[in-house]
């Protein structure tokens, strides 16, 4: 283990001890009810009379560029409004649109060419119903020029592949990636470390792309209306349905962007918009449904997508090959790391490698280990084949994991053991963690070497456990807007649709704690006029938006006590707020309701000092498995399930313990049967559709336990870090398998055939 970590608490009263709403239970919040009763609108239950439907013309292959377009015949089908092309005079003239984080790729709202089966390209339509949109797409004369295409980023490294991006990169698919991070870099004597380490062997590592899945297709509603308080310049406003949760995506800033006007003539529509994990990548839709809706007179248009087109997004492929050596004791002593990864195909109105990116599994979490040589190199490749998206942080603690289970296989020592022999510069948190998830999973008691025991019913048992660091994601500067009304309540506006992460409810928690109000005093409401797209739905900004939260919410209370002290004739610091009362310290009995004192307000924007994790790891989780193997079958079932998370501080359990227990089903998914497949011969997905790719269900979600932890050493508000990011890791139920079967198995998901494949390799 490394040193200790020291506590980065930032602000105003960060430091609090005495708690009466935050970290407590039975405030089940606006959203809560929202989703149970059924009042919650998604963007797919947005209708009203008069609404045309709109769709793309998807492309057939895997990668193709429309040689000619006939729309004649298309447009006499009976209910047909409005067919354009991509060389429709306005379409053609939109700004192409390109991400702050990319200088290149940039790519047209509607072009001509499709660059994965299933991409909207050449043609949209807008017609009464479906059914008439689908004729008139069935109706376009389309010739097709097919396209070389790549959908494994292996392949696109070869020597001689076809150049996908010439734009890009004449002489390669070599890309870069999303924040110019170094492809090579190199930490001690790599080299030289493998030559003195006790033990060198070769891990491999291995994930293809796994869908995002949106719960809900696509679908985009806009319409062009006057505004209820009156359009000075004549001018109408534009509805449109808001997704995203950056504020260079989706449809609302896209309006505005596209179109050239400006953000207070664009109105959200929804608060919601359905479960997504970091999917950034938004359909043409986005943008095209206000484009129609305008061109039709401010006709409602809803531009849809079919259940494949939900099926777009998606995590990138990734294979690391790696060199450990490491020493008798179980420390790991060099690592030499070569990382191929995936950039992808453009996401909707948006760059042609739209992938995020954020931050893959290479070797980068090999700094957080008392490693002294690590070298890593990282390749990023085009290829077609879905939209890539983000690719979270803990990812890169699988090959780590991975790692430590080749040591302490090797050693026959627990893995317990070697992480805490290993990872760096995290006590109190790692302690805590390890400690505390042992003790729930009754690790001492269940771990065994690797092939060695078996259950009553002939399966094979195993165990494994893995750390991560937690993500607090807190680079944006939060804007939180407070007001007392006349009412003698504080109010808070947001404008993001929310993907159920009920971040409002941890905010509405904080204010209330840092204001002395009663929590149904305190307002988080949806304000689809707020010209504010940050405020984090992302469960792992929810923490550091809280942060922001805090301290606006201190600086209300302070006017608020000034302007009541004036009242009571005495000084700020004789009273306080309690209970929403203007409270008397010297005599608590003298009290002064804050309705009817005037309207107050106050607007703060800014983040925690130190809202990364970014020179030392302060915040860890540790998860622990165990599955029973089949061996006749290769089926693997979960049957348990441990995750000891640092939360620094808990601000809302419910959704706290909820996050744990979303990212571990998400996990199992992904380790048991989530993988896109691709025909190698047309390029064509084979499985989208919810038969073929199967997810989670409540019937397949093992038994999960969450264990808070808190030493309030994250950068959130009270210390809080990240929770969901953290836990989606497919790795763990891939070492669990090799305890119990005593062999890896090298590439997600662990399908059954490949869990047979390596129990006949060991028996070979």
Same mark, same amino acid.
């Given at each position: ?308 087109? #939900?099926?777009? *997004? ?5 294979? +690391? =090959?790696?060199? @450990?050596?490491? $020493?008798?004791?179980? !420390? ?72 430590? #289970?080749?040591? *302490? ?5 627990? +893995? =317990?053991?070697? @992480?805490?022999? $290993?990872?760096?510069? !995290? ?338």
């Amino acid at each position: 283990m490394g040193a200790a970590c020291e506590s980065i608490l930032s602000g105003v009263n960060d430091d609090r001890t005495e708690f009466k709403y935050v970290g407590t239970w039975d405030h089940p919040g606006r959203q809560s009810w929202d989703m149970i009763s059924g009042a919650a609108m998604y963007p797919t239950d947005i209708w009203m009379p008069g609404t045309l439907t709109a769709m793309a013309l998807h492309s057939p292959y895997g990668h193709a560029k429309i040689k000619s377009l006939d729309i004649s015949e298309a447009e006499k089908v009976p209910g047909v409004h409005l067919v354009l092309t991509y060389e429709d005079e306005e379409i053609a003239s939109m700004p192409k649109y390109k991400p702050a984080y990319f200088a290149f790729g940039e790519s047209p709202l509607l072009g001509d060419e499709a660059e994965f089966e299933g991409d909207e390209v050449g043609v949209v339509v807008v017609a009464d119903n479906e059914e008439a949109c689908k004729r008139a797409l069935d109706a376009v004369a389309v010739e097709w020029e097919a396209l070389p295409f790549i959908t494994d980023c292996r392949e696109a490294a070869k020597p001689g592949a076809p150049i996908l991006r010439p734009e890009m990169n004449p002489d390669s698919n070599m890309t870069g990636n999303t924040f110019g991070a170094p492809v090579e870099w190199e930490i001690g004597n790599v080299e030289k470390g493998l030559a003195e380490s006790d033990h060198v062997e070769v891990i491999e590592y291995g994930r293809p792309m796994w869908s995002q899945f949106r719960s809900m297709p696509p679908a985009y509603f806009s319409y062009w209306d006057n505004d209820p308080w009156g359009n000075p310049d004549g001018e109408k406003m534009c509805y449109v349905t808001n997704h995203a949760h950056f504020p260079n995506n989706g449809p609302a800033v896209s309006a505005f962007m596209g179109m050239g006007t400006y953000a207070d003539k664009v109105r959200a529509l929804s608060p919601y918009m359905a479960s997504r994990y970091c999917d950034f990548v938004e359909k043409r839709g986005a943008l095209l449904a206000p484009v129609l809706s305008k061109r039709l007179g401010g006709t409602p248009v809803r531009f849809v997508s079919t259940r494949r087109q #939900a099926f777009d *997004a998606a995590v990138p492929q990734t294979y +690391i =090959t790696a060199r @450990i050596g490491y $020493n008798n004791d179980g !420390t790991l002593h060099a690592v030499q790391s070569k990382n191929v990864h995936q950039s992808g195909a453009r996401g909707g109105y948006g760059d042609k490698t739209h992938g995020h990116l954020v931050l893959p599994p290479n070797a980068q979490a090999f700094k957080s280990t008392t490693c002294p040589n690590i070298y890593s190199e990282m390749a990023y490749y085009v290829t077609n084949g879905a939209c890539t998206t983000a690719d979270p942080g803990k990812d890169m603690w699988e090959p780590v994991n991975l790692a430590f #289970a080749h040591i *302490a296989d090797a050693l026959d020592m627990p +893995i =317990t053991d070697v @992480i805490m022999k $290993n990872v760096s510069v !995290t006590d109190p948190s790692l302690s805590a963690c390890m400690d505390a998830g042992k003790k729930a999973f009754d690790w001492d008691g269940k771990w065994h070497k690797a092939g060695e025991k078996t259950l009553e019913d002939g399966r094979l048992h195993g165990v494994a456990a893995r750390a991560c660091w937690s993500m607090t994601w807190g680079m944006i500067s939060y804007n939180i807007n407070l007001r007392m009304g006349v009412d003698g309540k504080i109010y808070m506006p947001y404008a993001e649709a929310l993907i159920g992460t009920y971040w409002p409810d941890a905010v509405q928690l904080v204010i209330a704690e840092e204001m002395g109000m009663k929590l149904e005093d305190v307002i988080v409401y949806y304000a689809p006029n707020y010209n504010n797209w940050q405020q984090g739905d992302a469960a792992d900004r929810g923490s550091t938006c809280t942060w922001a939260a805090k301290e606006a919410a201190v600086q209300l209370k302070q006017q608020i006590l000034a302007t009541g002290a004036a009242l009571f004739g005495v000084t700020a610091d004789e009273v306080d707020l309690v209970d929403s009362m203007i409270t008397l310290k010297a005599d608590p009995s003298q009290q002064m309701p804050i309705v009817g004192i005037g309207q107050l307000a106050v607007g703060y924007c800014g983040k925690p000092e130190v809202p990364f994790q970014s020179d030392v790891v302060r915040t860890m989780n540790v998860d622990f498995c165990e599955v029973a193997v089949d061996p006749e079958t290769g089926l693997v079932e979960i049957t348990d399930y441990v995750s000891a998370h640092d939360f620094g501080k808990v601000i809302r359990p419910a959704s706290a313990l909820g996050q744990i227990e979303m990212a571990l089903t998400m996990a199992e998914g992904r380790a048991l049967r989530e993988e896109l497949i691709w025909d190698e011969n047309t390029g064509v997905l084979l499985n989208g559709n919810m038969y073929d790719y199967k997810v989670p269900t409540a019937l397949d979600q093992p038994a999960i336990e969450g264990v808070p932890v808190e030493t309030r050493m994250g950068g959130g508000a009270y210390g809080s870090t990240g929770v969901a990011h953290a836990h989606t890791n497919a790795g763990l139920v891939g070492l669990a398998i090799q305890n119990a079967i005593g062999a890896w198995v090298n590439q997600q998901p662990f399908t059954p055939d490949k869990v047979l494949a390596a129990i006949a390799s060991k028996q070979a």
